[in-house]
């Protein structure tokens, strides 16, 4: 495979631009709300980011949403909000495409596409995002296997696009005291086995707030390049997810715990 190491030995680096990278060797955090919910929201969770140093922000603006009743995101017109008040703040968008027919009209907007974890194995998808100049991020599936994420990212690579990440973000096991399982086995597996870099998510990742930091440090000393965490000024008031979702107390806490731990790595 293209994305194996026995094809590829040098570890694949991600540059955004202006200094951001994903790579073997850095830390990458990147942070924000499930949902992107308001002009307000956006401005609060732009300046965290920047106060804690944090380059990268995460947020859903079309949400794949098990209830079909549930919010289901700010959609393009929010995506273009969000990019004017972010990039003027040097603050790179990570967001959810879910279909093909979103990759055109966010691509002025968007640095990271992210594939959901429901999307994970939707190959037309996959496919289009391989004729894309721009990072790709692809999560698990809720019940994938770590071959199936490798060659989800065989479709995208072998398509022509390299910019591409790889992220943990639970899996669906007979265990019902959380909301997935984080499967840190993983991470130390898919560094073996592939030249891309691996992002943890650890609020999908074990679905309980206040377990998430641990979680997350999990995943650093698991060997992962970077840390992706919901968080929100109100979690409680979140649109989706709050109860996995850090205030940014706790945000601006685990942002160090994150440095320093990836420091004594
Ligand atoms: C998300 O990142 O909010 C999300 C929907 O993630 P996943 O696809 O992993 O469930
Ligand atoms: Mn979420």
Request: proline fraction near 4%; hydrophobic fraction near 40%.
């Amino acid at each position: 495979k293209l994305v194996s190491k026995k094809w590829k030995a040098k570890p694949t680096s991600i540059d955004l631009g202006d200094g951001v990278f994903i790579k073997d060797g850095e830390m990458a955090i990147i942070t924000g709300p499930c949902s992107i919910e308001s002009e307000e929201q956006i401005r609060k969770v732009v300046a965290h980011c920047v106060e804690n140093g944090i380059r990268m922000m995460r947020g859903g603006v079309f949400k794949p949403r098990t209830s079909p009743y549930a919010f289901r995101g700010m959609g393009i017109d929010g995506l273009k909000l969000w990019h004017s008040i972010a990039s003027e703040a040097g603050i790179k968008i990570v967001t959810e495409v879910m279909q093909t027919s979103q990759i055109e009209e966010m691509y002025p907007y968007v640095d990271i596409y992210q594939v959901g974890a429901r999307n994970s194995q939707n190959f037309n998808l996959l496919d289009e995002l391989g004729k894309v100049d721009k990072a790709v991020m692809i999560k698990r599936g809720i019940s994938g296997t770590i071959e199936e994420l490798l060659q989800s990212a065989e479709y995208v690579f072998s398509g022509g696009n390299e910019k591409l990440i790889l992220c943990e973000r639970g899996i669906r096991t007979y265990e019902k005291a959380s909301r997935n399982t984080l499967d840190l086995n993983a991470i130390p597996i898919l560094k073996a086995k592939s030249h891309l870099p691996v992002i943890v998510d650890p609020s999908h990742g074990i679905g309980i707030r206040s377990y998430v930091p641990q979680m997350a440090l999990a995943g650093v000393m698991a060997g992962a390049d970077g840390v992706i965490y919901e968080s929100h000024e109100i979690p409680e008031k979140a649109y989706s997810d709050g109860q996995q979702t850090l205030d940014f107390a706790q945000s601006t806490r685990l942002a160090a715990w994150i440095r320093e731990s990836f420091a004594m790595r």
